[in-house]
């Protein structure tokens, strides 16, 4: 395990001015509820290529309140939030991923684990990326993801500590995705303690689900949070703090991911905390872009 200092300063965001609210979203959430991997096995929270659909879906009755998924209305917020495939969208959605502000305006960040073949030990090269993808339909179209940066010490141990990727993306139809959907900030050294709402892309389900709660300390370098319903293919979603409506503005602090992958049972999640280390990965993708 890495070591970690808490810092005394106040938490340090990236903050870049960012585009024009999305039109066309509402601006409630929903109180009701309701991939293909090609050669690669599945790890922690990612989906598996072939998996049955398990009866785990948010009970149609479920509130939103904290700790229980729910299906959440179609928003400029969760937009930003997607399905995550490998080629093209006719396989199964295997992870989640989400837009962050960047120089370039083409960024995303979701779990390492996502992105990397360990068996061919080096990153995924055909990854795509569905924004706001729901049974089937997707209002942005396919993104093609052009360039994975991990840390190369992921590379080597996979240590759970590490498991953060930056995906970069080619432009569509002369626009960069930041361009369409707005992006949100990243966090730096929040703490563990940190009201979150946290949407992901289970592999048995064609809509998202969401979930509020408070997360805790599992251990100096990873977050934990009590969720229902984050089975497969929710790695990589975005725990998202302090979303400003009038800013169209939240803070991703962690992706799903890091200890045990994001978590054996589907209840509880983790997610390797945002220190010195995501922000040398962060301009490392930039400067690479």
């Not at 959605?93 to 960047?102: D, E, L, M, R």
């Not at 073949?117 to 090269?125: F, L, N, Q, R």
């Not at 706001?132 to 994975?148: A, F, I, M, S």
Request: hydrophobic share 30%; proline share 4%; glycine share 10%.
């Amino acid at each position: 395990m890495r070591s970690f200092a808490r810092k005394s300063v106040l938490p340090l965001t990236f903050v870049v001015s960012m585009a024009a609210a999305v039109v066309g979203y509402a601006s409630e959430e929903a109180d009701t509820s309701k991939s293909a991997l090609g050669g690669r096995s599945s790890f922690g929270k990612s989906g598996e290529a072939g998996q049955d659909p398990q009866d785990q879906d948010p009970a149609a009755t479920a509130p939103a309140d904290n700790g229980n998924a729910y299906t959440p209305r179609r928003t400029e917020q969760n937009a930003r939030v997607g399905a995550v495939f490998e080629k093209d969208d006719t396989g199964e959605h295997f992870c989640t991923a989400s837009v962050v502000q960047s120089p370039g305006r083409n960024m995303l960040i979701t779990a390492a684990h996502c992105a990397f073949d360990p068996d061919a030990e080096t990153t995924v090269d055909d990854l795509v990326f569905a924004p706001d993808y729901r049974n089937g339909k997707e209002p942005t179209g396919l993104w093609k993801v052009k360039k994975v940066v991990i840390d190369d010490r992921w590379a080597k141990s996979q240590d759970e500590d590490l498991d953060i990727a930056f995906l970069v993306l080619d432009k569509k139809n002369g626009k960069q995705i930041q361009d369409v959907l707005g992006g949100n900030t990243l966090g730096i050294d929040r703490g563990f303690d940190n009201e979150v709402k946290i949407t992901g892309y289970p592999t048995s389900r064609d809509t998202p689900i969401s979930c509020q709660n408070r997360t805790t300390k599992y251990s100096s370098t990873q977050l934990r949070i009590k969720c229902s319903d984050f089975e497969g293919g929710t790695s990589g979603s975005p725990w998202l703090a302090d979303y400003d409506p009038r800013s169209h503005t939240g803070t991703v602090i962690g992706v799903l991911g890091g200890h045990e992958g994001g978590g054996d049972v589907d209840d509880v999640s983790y997610a390797a905390y945002f220190d010195d280390d995501v922000v040398k990965l962060y301009k490392r993708a930039q400067d690479e872009d």
